[in-house]
């Protein structure tokens, strides 16, 4: 498992997947969720090595002496350290989620280090454009023939509504297909999140969404804009809305895909953004 030192000395760790090359760089989600469950992206690494950050305080990365060093725009140099330690002149880029945010953050500070951009069903909170609660609805109400929706439905619109406390009861509405992967994918969620540091990722002063835009506007990257077409955040349209602010994006979405497209059909997938990275 190599490390690194961050910029502070906190020592920062990545996993290497695949093979020999350049890799795809990979920034997980959660927000603040170890690495480990983006698994190998659904074969992606069998098509290209990948190289996959644990955010500090997460994984097998240390936790740092100041935990306002948590929050998404302070990770920056985080991610700027890897690609110097890497010694990649420009980099492939991978953000999952809520590291999509920290991506996009690091293209509008770095842009001349990014050689292509891909966001995976990322919700764009950096542009300022939040998956609303009707957002999530929407994207539930259609999959009322599951054999779940029943029970999952009212606590899920509960919890959206501010009624309601997170209950894993609703969970199968981040998958495309809820089966055993999922659920055991699910289950690992706590005990892979930094609770403290996911606090603090979005926190006050962490996003400039009209200065990002505007920095973005001007990336020359190419960049996929990618959604699940059953997930509620982002939903197709928020992350189309997304891909207009980019002046050379893609958008794709995957049929019957969730928040973690790459288990609901690994080989659409892999096919898909390898396809990307090798243009």
């Known amino acids: 498992m190599p490390t690194f030192a961050a910029y502070d000395g906190t020592l920062l760790a990545h996993h290497s997947l695949g093979g020999s090359g350049e890799p795809v760089v990979v920034l997980p989600g959660g927000p603040m969720r170890a690495s480990a469950y983006l698994g190998d992206l ?46 990649l002149e420009r980099m492939d880029l991978l953000a999952h989620s809520a590291g999509g945010s920290l991506a996009m953050l690091y293209a509008a500070r770095y842009p001349a280090r990014v050689r292509r951009l891909a966001l995976i069903t990322a919700t764009p909170w950096a542009l300022g454009m939040p998956a609303t609660p009707e957002h999530r609805l929407a994207a539930a109400r259609p999959r009322e023939s599951e054999p779940w929706f029943p029970r999952a439905f009212p606590a899920y619109e509960k919890w959206l509504t501010g009624g309601g ?38 926190s006050e002063g962490a996003y400039d969404p009209p200065a990002t835009r505007a920095a973005l506007a001007a990336l020359t990257a190419p960049v996929l804009v990618y959604a699940g077409a059953a997930d509620g955040g982002p939903r197709p349209e928020l992350a189309r809305r997304a891909a207009e602010v980019f002046p050379h994006a893609e958008l794709v979405v995957q049929p019957g895909a969730g928040h973690y497209p790459w288990l609901d059909d690994p080989e659409w997938f892999a096919d898909r953004v390898a396809g990307f990275f090798a243009g």
């Open 165 to 202: 406390d997170f209950d894993d009861v609703f969970l199968p509405f981040f998958y495309g297909r809820w089966d055993e992967t999922a659920a055991a994918h699910a289950a690992s969620d706590l005990e892979q999140t930094n609770e403290e540091a996911c606090e603090r990722y979005g």
């Open 42 to 87: 659904g074969g992606l690494a069998a098509r290209r090595p990948l190289a996959l950050l644990d955010l500090r305080g997460t994984g097998d990365s240390a936790v740092p002496a100041d935990p306002a060093t948590y929050r998404c725009d302070r990770l920056v140099d985080d991610v700027e350290a890897l690609r110097v330690h890497l010694g």
